[in-house]
């Protein structure tokens, strides 16, 4: 059983900053990436960002160079520091996690997670 919640959404001025946390609970024997998704009403959902376990990281074009994914590795975290916010980063993020609990550890497959979501409404 692994549960994810994200929290740090909200209403944030155009040209502002938002912070999104994701805390990862349960029986998480080990973590292969985590990442950041994110769907507007209409729109499909697709990545923002994501950090696989060697630390590398990899953006989206529209949120380079304003956004920066991190983990803590000892908490189980994830993070999104969201800078120059724009009206269309509006959406609903998710987060993701592609893991094992020990079970599956054994049985050599990960599983992905996904959180319920949390809203970022960027407007003036």
């Known amino acids: 059983q692994v549960q994810l919640v994200e929290s740090g959404g909200g209403l944030v001025q155009p040209g502002g900053s938002l912070r999104l946390s994701c805390a990862a609970h349960?029986?998480?024997?080990?973590?292969?990436?985590m990442g950041w998704y994110r769907q507007a009403p209409g729109n499909e959902r697709g990545l923002v960002a994501h950090?696989?376990?060697?630390?590398?990281?990899n953006y989206a074009d529209s949120v380079k160079g304003r956004f920066i994914i991190s983990r803590d590795n000892a908490k189980n975290t994830l993070s999104l520091q969201m800078n120059s916010l724009k009206p269309e980063d509006t959406a609903v993020y998710y987060c993701?996690?592609?893991?094992?609990?020990?079970?599956?550890?054994?049985?050599?497959?990960?599983?992905?997670?996904w959180g319920r979501g949390t809203l970022v409404a960027v407007s003036s």
């Open positions: 993701n996690l592609d893991g094992y609990t020990y079970s599956d550890y054994r049985a050599g497959s990960s599983v992905g997670y």
């Open positions: 349960g029986s998480i024997f080990s973590i292969n990436a």
């Open positions: 950090i696989t376990n060697d630390g590398s990281t």
